[in-house]
């Protein structure tokens, strides 16, 4: 039995989260010039200081799989997890590597993105 039991071992928990498109100079051999074009997608929203807000440009989602949860003496419960990413065009990608935090902060991650924003109408 796990120190923690609303939470389970292998437990894989998908949260919608916000994208930005990734731009970069592509170069077009027909025209002789480069061209900004979408290369790809990274987790997060714009920030805009004219007007104090943030914008997505589309919703993907973050993976994140429980992979051990431990007491350490006094301390506080430590969730292990690892976390992965699906772009809005259905591509997963992430690296395996191990993270931990607090259950409570682990708790604020399932809610998805912490900030307000707006979603860009397409």
Request: hydrophobic content about 35%; charged content about 25%.
């Amino acid at each position: 039995m796990t120190p923690h039991s609303e939470f389970s071992l292998g437990q894989e928990f998908r949260v919608p989260y916000p994208f930005v498109e990734k731009l970069g100079q592509i170069y077009n051999p027909d025209t002789l010039n480069f061209v900004e074009r979408r290369t790809g997608w990274n987790p997060g929203v714009h920030m805009w200081t004219e007007h104090d807000g943030s914008t997505a440009d589309a919703m993907g989602a973050m993976i994140l799989t429980v992979v051990d949860i431990h007491r350490p003496g006094k301390y506080h419960t430590r969730v292990f997890y690892t976390r992965k990413w699906i772009d809005p065009d259905g591509k997963e990608f992430g690296s395996a590597n191990l993270r931990w935090t607090t259950v409570t902060a682990f708790k604020r991650l399932l809610e998805g993105y912490r900030y307000a924003f707006e979603l860009e109408a397409a």
